[in-house]
């Protein structure tokens, strides 16, 4: 029974691994979508200040504050995710550095 309890164990570790995985995958996903998002942000700023100087003017400052509005939060989502991500490595890092140590040595016997 206790080779079965070992199975059972190795491979619920293995299926957290995997979620773990397509958790990181997925966020990761987001990120990259937020960093568009934001860069897209920053292009329609370009264009806008382009087009606005082409015609004389000065950029529209509602058209600014729509546009930068939109930037900010893309770069907030983006970051927050980041730091998800690394709060993910650390625990990663601490968790290999506790199954890397070695085991507690007993105490000399008196």
């Known amino acids: 029974m206790a080779l079965w309890d070992k199975l059972k164990q190795e491979l619920d570790r293995a299926g957290h691994a995997a979620q773990e995985a397509i958790d990181e995958g997925r966020v990761r996903l987001d990120v990259l979508r937020a960093r568009k998002l934001a860069d897209k942000a920053a292009q329609g700023i370009g264009y806008a200040l382009y087009r606005a100087r082409q015609r ?44 890397a140590s070695p085991p507690p040595s007993e105490p000399p016997a008196p």
């Not at 004389?56 to 770069?75: F, V």
């Open 56 to 99: 004389g003017q000065d950029l529209d400052p509602e058209t600014y504050a729509q546009l930068s509005s939109a930037l900010a939060a893309h770069e907030a989502e983006a970051a927050r995710l980041e730091e998800r991500l690394e709060s993910w490595a650390r625990a990663r890092r601490s968790r290999r550095a506790h199954d």
